[in-house]
T-cell receptor, first 110, second 115 residues
Framework: QKEVEQNSGPLSVPEGAIASLNCTYS??????FFWYRQYSGKSPELIMF????GDKEDGRFTAQLNKASQYVSLLIRDSQPSDSATYLC??????????FGTGTSLTVIP | DAGVIQSPRHEVTEMGQEVTLRCKPI?????LFWYRQTMMRGLELLIY????????DSGMPEDRFSAKMPNASFSTLKIQPSEPRDSAVYFC?????????????FGPGTRLTVL
């Protein structure tokens, strides 16, 4: 059974702070890693993905991957109230099997 | 493009009834996925198709669930007979290529309630 683990939260941060979301995965064969954002009552939408160890930045978002530790994180700088949502970590192996974590609920307090 | 289209958006039915959920993927996308989302288990992959062919149905919970994709623009997920534990939001998603390299585009979901 392949597992993707996330802290369910809720995680609360003040507006303008850095939000740090974490995800661990069990299968060392995992190849690509995705972060999706899901607003309440809506469908998931992709924020960013990462394949290689290290950091990948896209605007206020930075994904960090450490394959040795089987750990991927998402940092949100200058958090805004509009960032309040559930963040889903997803892991893909060879082929097209895709595993999602249960998500971390983030609240940004104005 | 209108994105992935799902119908109905909400379905309330009684235990034992047949339920059919429908999905129209984005034109040109050759992978289609069916997911189920609950608070307890999160987002679970049920089955996915490549070029209308079912590739992996290992996530389908039991024989009461079946899925078809008769053509590139239409797929159904059927539950017969339905049970209260099937209550969840069911998402359909499509992608233009291999999942590991491409974003999955999700439909708005169907909220199923089985009484």
């Amino acid at each position: 059974q392949k597992e993707v683990e996330q802290n369910s939260g809720p995680l609360s941060v003040p507006e303008g702070a850095i939000a740090s979301l974490n995800c661990t995965y069990s299968d060392r064969g995992s190849q690509s890693f995705f972060w999706y954002r899901q607003y309440s009552g809506k469908s998931p939408e992709l924020i960013m993905f990462i394949y290689s160890n290290g950091d990948k930045e896209d605007g206020r978002f930075t994904a960090q991957l450490n394959k040795a530790s089987q750990y991927v994180s998402l940092l949100i700088r200058d958090s805004q109230p509009s960032d309040s949502a559930t963040y889903l970590c997803a892991v893909n192996e060879y082929g097209n099997q895709f595993y999602f974590g249960t998500g971390t609920s983030l609240t940004v307090i104005p | 493009d209108a994105g992935v289209i799902q119908s109905p958006r909400h379905e309330v039915t009684e235990m034992g009834q047949e339920v059919t959920l429908r999905c129209k993927p984005i034109s040109g996308h050759d992978y289609l996925f069916w997911y189920r989302q609950t608070m307890m288990r999160g987002l679970e992959l049920l089955i996915y198709f490549n070029n209308n062919v079912p590739i992996d149905d290992s996530g389908m919970p039991e024989d009461r669930f079946s899925a078809k994709m008769p053509n590139a623009s239409f797929s159904t997920l059927k539950i017969q007979p339905s049970e209260p534990r099937d209550s969840a939001v069911y998402f359909c998603a499509s992608t233009p290529g291999a999942v590991g390299k491409n974003e999955q585009f999700f439909g708005p979901g169907t909220r199923l309630t089985v009484l």
